[in-house]
């Protein structure tokens, strides 16, 4: 009988623990803001250009982003990364990666890319990925991890549009909320 009511004592101590979740503190342990300005390939600007069409629907230009949302352009790019909204700022970086618009229906993207830094203040490495809802005022995207400084740190980075200019050139703030620091 002694068994049995210490396994009955046990089983419902674990239960009444389990039902009753620990509080967690979701206060970043580190932050950031960085701005990456991106310009687009479109045939006449290929000394400046930081990221390119390289496939696009079927019968499509690669200098020219697709009719009806851009769907089906995938664009790879190699964008500066400044610490301010001003694209001549002295970069702390790079941003490389690509963007697939992935909708019929509005502007939407998914976002793979890594911020590659190498400054005084930060060296490494900070991977992201997502879904880009490109017509929203922020956007919210993981991040996965990094290397160096940002080794094995994840959190979330919002994303807003701050610039843009038609279809060629577009700058974006990325506040970065690391909740997970080794």
Not at 9 to 17: E, N, P, Y
Request: glycine share 8%; proline share 3%.
């Amino acid at each position: 009988m002694g068994t049995k009511a210490t396994f009955f004592f046990f089983f419902t101590f674990f239960a009444l623990c389990s039902s009753f979740p620990l509080e967690r503190n979701y206060a970043p342990c580190k932050h950031l803001v960085l701005f990456f300005h991106d310009i687009l390939y479109n045939g006449r600007n290929a000394l400046n250009a930081t990221s390119a069409i390289v496939a696009a629907p079927e019968g499509a230009n690669l200098t020219k982003l697709a009719n009806l949302f851009h769907f089906g352009n995938l664009v790879v790019f190699d964008d500066p990364v400044t610490l301010d909204n001003n694209l001549q700022s002295e970069p702390v970086g790079r941003a490389q990666g690509f963007y697939i618009y992935d909708s019929k229906n509005t502007f939407s993207a998914c976002l793979g890319f890594t911020f590659v830094l190498n400054t005084t203040h930060h060296e490494g490495t900070i991977t992201l990925a997502g879904a880009d809802p490109t017509l929203k005022k922020t956007r919210d995207i993981s991040v996965t991890g990094g290397t160096g400084d940002f080794f094995m740190h994840r959190g979330i980075a919002t994303i807003m549009t701050d610039a843009f200019e038609g279809e060629v050139y577009f700058r974006l703030r990325v506040e970065i909320k690391f909740y997970e620091c080794w």
